[in-house]
């Protein structure tokens, strides 16, 4: 995360989000609370047939997505599905950073 970067006293051009460039990049704002992020979510649950209101931290994020699946099993494949589509918000991130890529919230939701 920039922001980490930066308390670090590491030299930054731009500590903004990649996607939104409106608020500090930091893991709560990168995962559940950019609206970038938002609409990849959004996606998802709709793939998944889920509507609900997000949590805009990422801990009490990944708890609710855990709670909307029902038994253990099905508890799991949520969570992994939360992890999936987190690594690849942040591969995503990293690819306009590094390769100039533009921010396309469809190539997420098909890489997820």
């Not at 500090?24 to 938002?38: Q, S, T």
């Not at 959004?42 to 997505?65: E, P």
């Not at 942040?90 to 919230?105: G, K, P, S």
């Amino acid at each position: 995360m920039r922001s980490a970067l930066l308390r670090r006293v590491v030299v930054l051009d731009d500590v903004g989000c990649v996607f939104c460039e409106h608020d500090w990049e930091d893991v709560d704002h990168l995962f559940p609370g950019c609206n970038f992020a938002y609409n990849v979510w959004i996606a998802i649950y709709s793939w998944l047939g889920f509507v609900m209101i997000q949590h805009n931290q990422v801990k009490y994020h990944y708890v609710q997505h855990g709670l909307v699946c029902r038994g253990k099993r099905l508890s799991k494949v949520c969570h992994f599905i939360w992890h999936a589509t987190c690594w690849c918000l942040w591969l995503h991130r990293n690819r306009i950073i590094f390769q100039e890529e533009q921010a396309d919230v469809q190539l997420v939701v098909w890489h997820i």
